[in-house]
């Protein structure tokens, strides 16, 4: 347990570094922020060495389980210090919306308490972004990739975090050359991403935001009115190529830069799966959208269709346009993908790619077992067939993933939200997408959520970053039982 | 260093275990058993891959494009060569290292060399703990007997016993006991812990003394620990299998060899390839039989069978009814740990034997052989030295002068065909063989760094 506690301490150490990033934008846009991220940078930092310090004495090589605990820890106590500038920079702000906000970047939900958005220093909306940079590959993978001392428990660190349901396969042998390798990748095509939309015609500010924000598929944007205020279809189909992008599982990438083979892509069934599911839905929506004759041309109707689609489905929650005034099938079925479509290993959030397929040859093998009660049919996706213990432990999430969203959306309604809201609400946090419907829907905020309900969201919001198991397995008798 | 393990039983397991545990080594295991991979991985920080391990395409998978060496491992002596081929053939892996079993392959001259099998070194386990035990047993009343420089030098582990000359007096005082002879203590255990042995350390009852000397002059030394053992003119091994086959066949000729063997068949068989071994069909934890073949004066009786739990047994049952000597073949190091402070004289683990002669190949610059201590906690090291005294932090300079890490002693040297027991004043020169003794494994990465010069060789 205490082991558990020292390494806490260094990763809040760490995270106490990351406020590097606002620290250089309030020095250059001299926005007035220094002391205060000044002040929470020392504060975090100072209290991760110190509990680090005393209990150093119980350090030792972590065990399987220990990993869920620190995971879990880490993501609470990172969101909550991450609070304190927005805090002291803001004083009418609650704890709440406070939490609520840190917690929905870096779980790379993106959705906000705030409004104002564009008035902000620049220091506190890059702060936001950031966390969504951090989040998206994960906070714990870049303390592998940078600290030596996780070793053998890394791997089960790693497990706790990573999303997806098979993290048995290194891209190296050492845990760390792995890490290394993912956020090398991570942050190679950040770059890229910043430099095409500064080509594009952003701004730097603007670029990197958004770059932070597209490639965690978080969806925090500097404006309002997120991205519908750039009014660019050339950034529009930027972000969309980059949303795909991070939607794909990022050891693929890793492979593909270092090969330069663009076999790894195909070989993957979860990536053409997403683009088949994805392409339809492109075609069925501005289908529906030019039959109800949403816009004048059709070419527009494609376009906010086209970015909408991708926005939601890969669980960023970028907005260009008010999708909840489309017919309502739009806005369900936009939900819909938001569960599904992103790969095992990427940024985004959803039950993943992987577990639909596998869930949906499962179906189908029990019709065929039916048919042919005697014929033995492994699970196969992609060609590799999966083992059944896999089958079981996605059978046993998407339970938990149903469970969680139901007694979430009962406690919403408990608290007179009506149902719509409470349903979408849960819906787009646990999934990590960020708008809603109704109250919480794309044009409106979280903000006129009580605080209740936003403790309600920022849950759903940690249990779906965390996939559930790392989270619930912790409020079982046996963890705890020596 | 890239290292990929075909192959994760107890010796690949073992392999992997040691192998990972050095910073500077990714270490990759190959075996068609997933369930014992995913134990691993959990374990160790490697990466697991499953599949064939002779299969081209799985080699590739787990990496063999950019491995350094290639350790093959798996119960099957056709797989490991096979493996090593496809891998030279394909890929042109720098180093490859198969486990062979059968003497029909590692005895006939040629089959590994220029333009044969693309095998560069052979090991077989069993063939290693076979000579370990046989090393044991012609020094009665050592613990561990290790060769260097092709046995000119030894190393040996001892526990200090009283009546031993020199239980009770200070190091220095062996020179004088035995003034022809050099000898030199390179590390002492009291208690499980090391001690740094200096000049005027005493040497206590029931220490575990390892000192280094010519062959010749082994025996001398040893008396100087503990009184003379007898010499063993009688043996009884338990198990028929592989090593105590060898074993039996390696001993019969200057001993009195009896080997328990429970399956007849098998009992059959090794009967009719020894010549002077009494094989005798039963178990080995059956006291009747112990008792009936004078188990009472048997000098060693070995549990060498499969189950490292009925080793234990019998061995400890054999010590009550009078084996003046037990050992037991044990492969869980905890298990070793438990029984050597007590009931057992020597627990002989098998991975421990094996395991020098696989670091020999990763260990950088020009290592000729390592010994794995004390459950891999320590090692010995012989290596060659090179360089110019300009260049080198080692050549031309005394070893008082040589700024070696914690725990590390250079015990002896061989220069040509002759052994020099290192003292402070001793000078390395270029083409010495240094034979080190290192107490903590952990500084392993700064004695190859010290004996490295420019050129990134020693």
């Known amino acids: 347990m205490l082991a558990v506690v020292h390494v806490l301490g260094q990763l809040l150490a760490i995270f106490g570094i990351t406020y590097v990033l606002p620290l250089i934008a309030s020095l250059a846009y001299r926005d007035g922020t220094f002391q205060e991220f000044a002040v929470a940078a ?441 | 260093m890239r290292i990929l393990i075909l192959g994760a039983g107890q010796v690949g397991r073992t392999a992997a275990y040691h192998l990972s545990r050095e910073e500077a080594n990714e270490v990759t295991v190959v075996d068609s058993n997933d369930e014992v991979l995913r134990d691993l991985q959990d374990r160790l920080d490697i990466r697991t891959v499953s599949g064939n391990a002779s299969s081209p395409s799985v080699l590739e998978s787990a990496g063999i494009a950019d491995a350094d060496i290639l350790i093959a491992l798996t119960s099957s002596d056709e797989v490991n060569m096979l493996a090593c081929q496809v891998a030279y053939t394909l890929y042109r892996t720098p180093t490859k290292i198969a486990r062979i079993r059968s003497a029909d392959y590692f005895g006939r001259e040629g089959l590994f060399s220029e333009g044969g099998l693309a095998v560069d070194t052979w090991i077989s386990p069993e063939q290693l703990v076979t000579d370990y035990i046989a090393r044991l047993i012609r020094y009665p009343g050592a613990l561990q007997v290790l060769d260097f420089a092709d046995g000119k030098v030894r190393l040996v582990g001892v526990r200090a016993l009283r009546g031993g000359l020199l239980v009770g007096h200070e190091l220095r005082a062996l020179r004088e006991h035995i003034p022809n002879t050099d000898a030199r203590v390179a590390a002492l255990y009291r208690d499980g812990r090391s001690i740094i042995p200096e000049g005027d350390t005493v040497i206590e009852h029931g220490d575990e003394v390892f000192f280094i000397a010519a062959r010749e002059d082994l025996r001398l030394v040893m008396n100087e620990m503990r009184k003379a053992d007898e010499t063993v003119s009688r043996v009884v091994i338990a198990g028929g299998g592989n090593i105590g086959f060898r074993l039996a066949r390696t001993l019969e000729k200057s001993s009195t060899v009896k080997l328990i063997e429970r399956d007849p068949r098998r009992a059959r068989r090794i009967s009719e390839l020894l010549t002077n071994t009494i094989v005798l069909v039963g178990d080995a934890a059956d006291e009747e039989l112990l008792l009936e073949e004078n188990i009472d004066s048997a000098h060693v009786f070995a549990a060498l069978t499969n189950s490292e739990e009925a080793n234990i047994l019998s061995a400890m049952l054999a010590k009550r009814l009078g084996a003046h000597k037990v050992m037991a073949l044990i492969n869980k190091p905890s298990y070793a740990e438990l029984m050597e402070s007590g009931s057992i004289d020597i627990a002989i683990s098998p991975q421990t034997v094996t395991i020098g002669s696989l670091l020999e190949h990763v260990r950088r610059g020009d290592v000729v052989r390592v010994h794995s201590l004390r459950r891999g906690a320590a090692e010995a090291i012989e290596a060659i030295i090179h360089g110019e005294p300009s260049t080198s932090r080692v050549v031309g300079r005394r070893i008082e002068d040589i700024d070696l890490p914690d725990g590390a002693t250079i015990a002896a040297i061989v220069r040509g065909e002759d052994v020099v027991v290192a003292h402070h004043d001793t000078v390395i020169q270029d083409g010495d063989h240094v034979i080190l003794f290192l107490t903590d494994r952990r500084h392993i990465d700064a004695v190859e760094r010290l004996f490295q010069v420019g050129s990134g060789l020693f």
């Open chain 1, 42 to 482: 020392l504060i975090t930092s100072g209290a991760g060495s110190a509990i680090a310090l005393a209990t150093r004495r119980y350090r030792r090589e972590l065990k399987s389980r220990d990993g869920f605990l620190l995971v879990t820890l880490a993501w609470v106590f990172m969101s909550a210090a991450a609070t304190v500038p927005m805090l002291l920079l803001m004083p009418g702000l609650s704890f709440t919306d406070a939490f609520f906000e840190t917690t929905s970047g870096l779980t790379t939900t993106g959705s906000t308490v705030l409004t104002g958005l564009s008035t902000l220093q620049p220091s506190v909306n890059l702060w936001r972004h950031a966390l969504h940079w951090f989040g998206g590959m994960g906070i714990i993978v870049l303390a592998l990739a940078i600290l030596p001392l996780l070793g053998v428990g890394g791997m089960q660190l790693y497990k706790a975090e990573a999303p997806g349901p098979v993290k048995d396969t290194k891209l190296t042998p050492r845990i760390t050359e792995t890490a290394k390798a993912l956020w090398l990748t991570y942050t190679g095509l950040t770059a890229a991403c910043v430099v095409v939309l500064k080509l594009a015609g952003l701004s730097w500010f603007d670029a990197v935001c958004h770059a932070f924000s597209v490639l965690a598929l978080g969806g925090f944007s500097n404006y309002d009115s997120s991205v519908g205020e750039l009014r660019s279809p050339l950034v529009e189909v930027i972000l969309i190529a980059f949303m795909l992008v991070a939607a794909v599982n990022f050891t693929r990438h890793f492979v593909a830069f270092r090969r330069l083979t663009t076999a790894p892509y195909r070989s993957d069934p979860e990536l053409k799966a997403m683009l088949f599911v994805i392409g339809a839905s492109v075609v069925l929506v501005s289908l529906v959208n030019v039959s109800e004759g949403m816009y004048a041309d059709f070419w527009s109707a494609v376009r906010h269709s086209a970015f909408s689609v991708v926005s939601i489905a890969t669980t960023t929650g970028f907005v260009t346009e008010d999708y909840e005034k489309w017919p309502a099938f739009v806005a369900w079925w936009l939900l819909l993908l938001s569960c599904i479509c992103c790969s095992t290993g990427s940024t985004g959030g959803g039950i993943k790619m992987f577990r639909t397929l596998l869930l949906w040859r499962q179906a189908f093998r029990e019709m065929r077992l039916m048919v042919h009660p005697n014929a033995v049919e492994p699970i196969r996706i992609g060609g590799q067939v999966v083992p059944n213990r896999i089958a079981y432990a996605v059978l046993a999430f998407i339970f938990l993933y149903f469970m969680t969203v139901v007694l979430l959306t009962f406690a919403l309604l408990l608290s007179d939200l009506d149902i719509v809201t409470a349903f979408s609400a849960v819906l787009a946090s646990i999934n990590n997408m960020g708008p809603g419907l109704n109250r919480v829907g794309p044009s409106t905020t979280y903000q006129s959520l009580t605080d209740f309900q936003t403790w309600v969201c920022s849950i759903a919001m940690f249990l779906g970053r965390l996939e559930i198991f790392s989270v619930l397995v912790l409020l079982t008798p046996a963890f705890w039982k020596k």
